[in-house]
């Protein structure tokens, strides 16, 4: 089973790597890019039927920092 | 006093830490990260810079799930004391010993170089050698040494004089020019400087000497 976990900065935090993004892009010509926010996205194999509170689990623990960062957990 | 200083897949200041800590007068025991405690006795555990397990994931973030870092909680709790440095304050953040975060430099870039420090308290083991208000040179080398906290912990850190050195120029971005933090009881303390890379003339200063001179000192009263 494939679960997916998205892990973003929190909202303002600030993110010089999405800042720099932001700026290469206005270099390139894309006008008008408010804001670029850069994050992670985990993967995981896990056995069939693992629940959706050992994933939170697995975030709180390690996937994520949530003195900064954020998560959001897609099970398919 | 006794030192241990823990070494992870990655670390490479390790040695360097020893040899502070043995110039100060400590005998010194090397610990691997896969030990799950500390020799008996040990007072004040190292916890280095380098990149421990290659920054995967975050800097520090695997290190502070290995088998040691449950004694390095156990240790700190006991009222033990911890130094970290560089990868090693970013180890004491994900370990929740700390407050805050070390986010990426703000100009995205590598900074190696001496830099000014302020010594902000002279009121813990580690800063004791200095007078508040010092400014002391001591080298940085990190691309990840952007101390990040929210308002209310920051208040708080200010609150109970608990940030040790701040930036007179800050380098990467850190809140409030933040270059090393205490925690609670003034015996963690993390910082991105190195001040074991300061303890020789060969080093090009030694501004780093007071701080495990006036540990050894504390550590062997105590």
Known sequence: MKVRVDVMLKNGVLDPQG?????????????????????????????????EATIKDMCEKLLANTVIESYAIHMD | MKAAVIVFPGSNCDRDMAVAFERAGASVTMV????????????????????????????????????????????????GYVLGVCNGFQVLTETGLLPGALMRNANLKFICKPVDLKVETSRSDFTSGYNAGDVISVPVA?????????????????????????????PNGSTADIAGVLSENRRVLGMM???????????????????????????VSA
């Open chain 1, 19 to 51: 800042e720099a993004v932001r700026h290469a892009l206005g270099s390139l010509g894309f006008d008008g890019v408010e804001g670029v926010r850069q994050g992670k996205v985990i993967e995981l194999d896990v056995a069939d039927g693992t629940d």
């Open chain 2, 32 to 79: 691997w990260h896969k030990d799950t405690e500390f020799p008996n006795d040990v007072d004040i555990v190292g916890v280095p810079g380098g990149f421990s397990f290659g920054d995967y994931l975050r800097c520090g973030a695997i290190a502070a799930k290995s088998p040691i870092s449950a004694s390095l909680k156990a240790h700190a709790k006991r009222g």
């Open chain 2, 142 to 170: 990190h691309h990840d040494g952007n101390y990040s906290v929210d308002d209310e912990t920051l208040a708080t850190l200010r609150g109970e004089d608990r940030i040790a050195f701040t930036y007179t120029s800050n």
């Open chain 2, 193 to 219: 400087p190195h001040p074991e890379r300061a303890v020789d003339v060969a080093h090009g200063g030694t501004d780093g000497v007071a701080m495990f001179r006036s540990l050894a000192d504390g550590l």
